[in-house]
């Protein structure tokens, strides 16, 4: 099994900074991609950054140029350091990573995805 501890979240004024991190531990043989998604109420689940292994980055449009995303290979710790945040920032946001498991022996078994518990963001206008 694997799981995913997130920290960070708060309440920011507007254009204040948070960092969230996500870190991840159990049974796993390598990590595909992380990611952060964030889910405002009565709104679908979006994307709001990935990174895949090779370092490669992906921002939804309201992000760019604000937020950042990284990760520790070495922690299997996924960062997103939000600058400048609005008011529609708000929400709960989630770590998301998927990642290819490891047997009790250690060999890599199957491909899963697996979510963070989520964490608030509130930013005040």
């Known amino acids: 099994q694997v799981q995913l501890v997130e920290s960070g979240g708060g309440l920011v004024q507007a254009g204040g900074s948070l960092r969230l991190s996500c870190a991840a531990s159990g049974s796993i043989f390598s990590i595909n991609h992380m990611g952060w998604y964030r889910q405002a109420p009565g709104k679908q689940r979006e994307l709001v950054a990935l990174i895949i292994s090779g370092g490669s980055t992906n921002y939804a449009d309201s ?34 990573v998927n990642c290819r498991a490891s047997s009790s022996t250690g060999a890599p078994t199957a491909t899963f995805n697996f979510w963070g518990q989520g ?7």
């Open 63 to 96: 992000v760019k140029g604000r937020f950042t995303i990284s990760r520790d290979n070495a922690k299997n710790t996924v960062y997103l350091q939000m600058n400048n945040l609005k008011p529609e920032d708000t929400a709960v946001y989630y770590c998301h």
């Open 119 to 125: 964490t608030q963001v509130t930013v005040s206008s």
